[in-house]
């Protein structure tokens, strides 16, 4: 079924012709491709590998429920605010297909491009700010740096004058924002159920058939299956899948939280980024305030997070809009992270021939979504780099090669 303003209306009269979004499909014996992980990425990879690339005996493995991973748990900001060329060019090339994915999936995926917003409290940020918005002009995307006073008039309610952290300016992206985050998911996993992809939920991947070097199949808790060729793609469980091949990863598994406030009128029109601290926010459609942090900073794999660092982030939040303190918090959840070494990620073919790894995502992959599935799935279906992610390789890390947009080092919790 394709959704239209005429679909909608012959429902109306007739009833509803709705079926299910995507069709629940057991595994078979063999496929010319897998893509393990059905998160945004792996979806994504689905879709394109059936639709750009003409793969039609594809299947997608997922060990859970489409969306029950960081998919579904991100605070949904999209942005292309980058410094570094590598990073500027794949994810501008993401932004651009976030502008046309409602029309390319059929599905309202409410992207809502608001603006995305940096704060700065210092000469110095500000300097960096400057030299930031200079390389995305240069690299065609659209960058402004604002004034306090700029600022001031957008956002009155912000506390420009606090003693410790000033706001002196900023940098912002008109064309950031957000989007609905497990609406992608649903999105892509229909478009690839079209294509003629298997979506097959409640499959775990256990392990790997390797033969000389080469991939013959994979293990799963619903069988074996027969593939020459298979896609990683499960954000912050990357590791362990990389162990069960036989490989490590340069990455360590981390939580992030986000909280979400109770529902009040529309305040916050843009994204927020504070840049003194660990704080961010956004006002969903419904009006909750979503807001988040940095990571826990200690490796785990439990979706949930600790307290101390809610603090952390509640903290940043009085200190930028005093307000906040009288609302309540509705809820808030955890995910896990795939923090790289340089904080960039990873588009690659893995030491074993057939196996290619989609990881490295750190806290910011939800933006990536649509160009890292059309990357992981060029490099799937033609075994070379797609040139938008040909810096996102393995080997940058022995080579020395980093793509380091914070300056950090090679320390994944400071990414
Ligand atoms: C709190 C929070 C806030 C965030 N905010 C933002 C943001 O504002 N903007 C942004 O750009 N990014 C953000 N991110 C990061 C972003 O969500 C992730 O980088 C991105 O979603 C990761 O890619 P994915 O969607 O494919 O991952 P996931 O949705 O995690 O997909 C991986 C899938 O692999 C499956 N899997 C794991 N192991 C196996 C196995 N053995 N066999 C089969 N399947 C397996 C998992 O069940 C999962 O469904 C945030 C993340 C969190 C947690």
Known sequence: MRYSALSLVRDAIFGSSERPAWRDAAPRDSYDAVVIGGGGHGLATAYFLASNYGLRNVALLEKSWIGSGNVGRNTTIIRSNYLLPANGRFYESALKLWETMERDLNFNTMVSQRGFLGLCHSEAQLNAFARRGNAMRLMG?????????????????????????????????????????????????????????????????????????????????????????????????????????????????????????????????????????????????????????????????????????????????????????????????????????????????????????????????????????????????????HPDAAAFRLDRFTRGHLIDEKGAGAQPNLH
């Open 141 to 385: 995307v659209d960058a402004e740096l604002l004034n306090a006073a700029q600022i001031r008039r957008m956002h009155p309610y912000l506390d420009f004058d606090n003693a410790r952290f000033p706001i002196l300016g900023g940098l912002l992206q008109r064309r950031g924002g957000t989007a609905r985050h497990d609406a992608v998911a649903w999105g892509y996993a229909r478009a690839a159920d079209r294509a003629g992809v298997d979506i097959i939920q409640n499959c775990e991947v256990t392990g790997f058939d390797i033969r000389d070097g080469r991939l013959a199949g994979i293990h799963s808790s619903r069988g074996f299956i027969k593939t020459a060729k298979a896609g990683i793609a499960v954000a912050g469980r990357s590791s362990i899948l990389a162990e069960r091949a036989g490989f490590r990863l340069p990455i360590e598994s981390h939580v992030l939280q986000a909280c979400v406030s109770e529902a009040i009128k529309p305040l916050v029109d843009n994204v927020i980024s504070f840049g003194a601290g660990h704080f961010y926010i956004s006002q969903s459609d419904k009006g909750g305030l979503v807001f988040g942090g940095g990571i826990d900073g200690y490796n785990s794999y439990a979706a949930r997070g600790n307290l101390p660092v809610i603090e952390d982030v509640c903290e940043a939040a009085m200190a930028l809009m005093p307000m906040l303190g009288r609302l309540r918090m509705l809820r808030n959840w955890g995910g896990i992270m795939d923090m790289s070494m340089d904080g960039s990620p990873i588009i690659d073919r893995s030491p074993i021939d057939g196996l290619y790894v989609n990881a490295g995502w750190c806290y910011g992959g939800f933006k990536a979504t649509p160009a890292s599935g059309l990357c992981f799935a060029h490099l799937l279906a033609r075994d070379e780099p």
